[in-house]
């Protein structure tokens, strides 16, 4: 079963214009951590995430089909930790997470722990759409997609000699998760039509123990979307970010304090989660077009994009 991400025919444009926003993870990046060419890589797979997402929104298509492709796109590039080039557990296998959230139904879909799936984005949008669940994890949400026709890979698809040796060092080091780099990909997109919808994947922290679950599958702390506020996507240590309920904070104080988007990503991601000792950064985008892209790192893969203007794309946060 592939994604229908932009199947309906061409129709005219009704009023308003799209709006588009990926991350593909924050972390304490250094200015000369990467060479010119990775950096080039980077940007790239951030720009073809927002150039699939644009050809849905480009055709009419939806907010939800546009994140899909986005966070599809992020998946497949090895470079990013989702998908294929996720990072490794402590037993050296790759557990996958992913959410999705309409914002015109407040329709939800999720799943935590899946090793199969190739594209988890399919399966936790299958979880919304094809059954009575928001969130389905580990075996049943492995059944789950095998029995809705989502293509299957060996766990070894994910596996790349990069994350082998990243792990190595993190237990090396004895360190039980990976602090250094939050690598989620997420993405969040308004319609010609005025919706919002947000998308998030990933392959959690390296060496991580025990099952363990971050954000990016809690609707509401690391996916939340609303027509009635924003869409968001987060990225950072999962831990602070559930406890903050960090995307849904952010929708709540647009919507009941009439905060400005951008006041209110800085409330929650350089006030409250800082006061808590959480890292990390949100995509967000609102049904007036408004984007932001807030860290407390010092860098996050992201980038955006509007209907009528060119791809912008960063890593470092003074860029």
């Not at 924050?26 to 720009?47: I, M, N, P, V, W």
């Not at 037993?91 to 309409?102: N, P, S, T, W």
């Not at 987060?234 to 919507?255: D, K």
Request: with cysteine.
């Amino acid at each position: 079963m592939t994604a229908n991400i932009a199947s309906a025919a061409p129709q005219a444009a009704p009023e308003g214009r799209y709006a588009i926003a990926v991350h593909g993870g924050a972390g304490r990046y250094e200015y000369d951590q990467f060479s010119d060419a990775q950096k080039a890589a980077y940007k790239a797979g951030l720009e073809d995430a927002l150039r699939a997402a644009q050809k849905v929104l480009e055709a009419n298509g939806t907010a939800l089909d546009a994140v899909t492709a986005a966070a599809m796109s992020l998946e497949n590039n090895p470079l990013f930790n989702a998908g294929k080039g996720a990072v490794l557990n402590a037993e050296g296998e790759v557990e996958l997470d992913a959410a999705i959230m309409r914002g015109d139904t407040l329709e939800a879909g999720a799943v935590t722990g899946i090793k199969t799936v190739k594209n988890p984005i399919l399966a936790a949008r299958a979880v919304m759409e094809q059954s009575q669940h928001v969130m389905l994890q580990s075996a049943g949400a492995e059944a789950f997609a095998r029995s809705v026709g989502l293509e299957l890979v060996p766990n070894s698809y994910f596996i790349t000699p990069q994350r082998r040796e990243q792990l190595e060092r993190a237990k090396a080091s004895k360190e039980a998760m990976n602090l250094s780099k939050f690598g989620t990909i997420g993405a969040v997109a308004l319609d010609r039509h005025g919706n919002v919808a947000a998308a998030t994947s990933t392959g959690g922290m390296t060496n991580k123990q025990w099952g363990r679950v971050g954000d990016s599958p809690v609707i509401g702390a690391g996916t939340y979307a609303d027509n009635a506020s924003c869409a968001v996507s987060a990225t950072g240590h999962g831990e602070y970010f559930i406890r903050a309920t960090v995307a849904r904070t952010i929708c709540a104080l647009v919507e009941y304090k009439g905060l400005s988007l951008e006041d209110a990503a800085n409330q929650v991601v350089r006030d409250k989660l800082v006061k808590m000792g959480g890292e990390g950064g949100i995509i967000a985008v609102n049904t007036k077009g408004d984007v932001v892209l807030v860290m407390n790192t010092p860098g996050m893969f992201r980038g955006s994009l509007k209907e009528g203007g060119e791809p912008y794309t960063a890593i470092l946060a003074d860029e």
